[in-house]
């Protein structure tokens, strides 16, 4: 079964406009954290934002907030004031707090192609 | 400035022939990672090491084979039992914590593999 799934393969968004880039997780750990990731074009990864499982208020950082409904085990990136520099590839990534590799590793959804309109 | 390097940017791969990707890291970090990514994938876990001299493997190991005998580096070798080596390579670094601490992994800009 999917860990993190990304139900939207592309999305199109009018520059300055807010998106919503959707993530749903499944995990029976308590314990876990919630990361978001944009890709360039150029392939690197860039860090967003993270939503630890037992934080109490959704995460923000800039334009980027999260909006996280535990019960519904989703996580969502809503970007406002969309920017052209936004488009981009991006990536829902979850690590849960078992032992192992587990706390460790990153396991990735299949990601969501942004692209911002003039 | 403190980064993640990876070289080459894009590198071939004839029948046969092993192939080391190298990833420098100077943000003092004691964990580092590989990642393989395919057209229209995520990424998958291929190693990773959380200290010098020890690396664990990740899904997707078989085919690979890594060293880690400095802390800045963790080359990744792609040897010719890696039948399927046409991919998108991340490397990737981390403070060490356990559980689901705010470990924020950072990542260089990838290596491209082709095979000839």
């Known amino acids: 079964a999917q860990k993190i799934t990304q139900t939207q393969p592309g999305m199109f968004v009018q520059e300055k406009e807010a998106v919503t880039l959707d993530c749903t997780y499944d995990t029976s750990d308590p314990s876990y954290g919630l990361f978001w990731y944009k890709q360039p074009s150029s392939g690197e990864m860039i860090f967003l934002i993270y939503q630890g499982s037992y934080d109490q208020q959704n995460a923000t950082e800039g334009r980027y907030s999260l909006n996280f409904q535990k019960a519904r085990k989703s996580a969502n990136l809503v970007i406002s004031a969309s920017q052209l520099g936004d488009s981009a590839m991006y990536f829902c990534a979850m690590r849960e707090a078992r032992s192992g590799a587990g706390s460790y590793q990153l396991t990735f959804g299949k990601g969501t192609k942004l692209s911002v309109i003039p | 400035d403190g980064g993640i390097t990876q070289s080459p940017k894009y590198l071939f791969r004839k029948e046969g022939q092993n192939v080391t990707l190298s990833c420098e890291q100077n943000l003092n970090h004691d964990a580092m990672y590989w990642y393989r990514q395919d057209p229209g994938q995520g990424l998958r876990l291929i190693y990773y090491?959380?200290?010098?001299?020890?690396?664990q493997k990740g899904d997707i190991a078989e085919g690979y084979s890594v060293s880690r005998e400095k802390k800045e580096s963790f080359p990744l070798t792609v040897t010719s039992a890696q039948k399927n080596p046409t991919a998108f390579y991340l490397c990737?670094?981390?403070?060490?914590?356990?559980?689901?601490?705010?470990?924020?992994?950072?990542f260089g800009a990838g290596t491209r593999l082709s095979v000839l």
């Open positions: 990737a670094s981390s403070i060490k914590t356990s559980g689901i601490a705010k470990n924020i992994q950072y």
């Open positions: 090491s959380q200290i010098v001299n020890d690396f």
